[in-house]
């Protein structure tokens, strides 16, 4: 009888498990980052990440941590803080956490949520053993992402040539990104190969994130 029990409830349960990640397959869709993802690769993204959801005023990340994972918002607002200032807002479909995503380093902004907000942490450590298409079409978004960051600055900080010298080099960038991938290179140690083998823009831009 308890052996029945617990192959029903493992039964039902990855019943569950499976309504639940078909309806997280079915938002990511939705969203922009993932427009030209197959669906076989959101489905690598979703293996890599978990999902999580915050009340109003809890923050997601806090200026000054360490941690390896990059941010998507897949329902809701958040805040954007620097040294307690308020420096902009976030909604679905955008990103944040490149900093740390790439290099380790310490978060350089808090991020706290506004009302409920859903979110999907990927792990750069889990996205390290996805398919290498996978990995290039990630890299891809999150260069998009740290494009659409920088233009809306301005300037890229330390660069004389600014945003068109950057978008200039990106191609070639990339070109060694997918290269190394298709080595068997990880994600991250294609982005540490950019930064030493571009000069700025792009590397010095690289370093810094």
């Not at 944040?96 to 907000?117: D, L």
């Not at 298409?133 to 920088?150: D, H, T, V, W």
Request: glycine content about 10%.
């Amino acid at each position: 009888m308890a052996a029945e029990l617990t192959r029903v409830y493992k039964d039902l349960r990855q019943k569950y498990d499976s309504l639940d990640n078909q309806e997280h397959f079915d938002l990511l869709r939705t969203l922009h980052f993932f427009h030209e993802f197959s669906h076989a690769e959101i489905w690598e993204v979703l293996r890599a990440s978990d999902w999580h959801e915050y009340r109003d005023g809890e923050d997601i990340v806090r200026e000054g941590e360490v941690d390896d994972r990059f941010y998507i918002i897949v329902a809701g607002k958040v805040e954007v803080q620097a040294n307690g200032t308020t420096i902009g807002t976030l909604t679905n479909g955008d990103c944040f956490g490149e900093t740390s995503y790439v290099r380790g380093a310490k978060r350089q902004a808090s991020i706290r949520a506004e009302g409920q907000v859903t979110i999907l942490r990927v792990s750069s450590t889990l996205m390290e053993q996805v398919s290498s298409a996978c990995q290039l079409r990630f890299n891809k978004m999150f260069l998009r992402s740290l494009i659409e960051r920088l233009q809306g600055v301005g300037q890229l900080p330390g660069a004389g040539g600014g945003i068109r010298h950057f978008q200039g080099q990106l191609p070639d960038a990339m070109d060694l990104i997918g290269r190394a991938l298709k080595a068997g290179h990880a994600f991250t140690s294609g982005m540490k190969l950019a930064a030493d083998e571009f000069n700025a823009p792009l590397g010095t831009e690289f370093q810094q994130v």
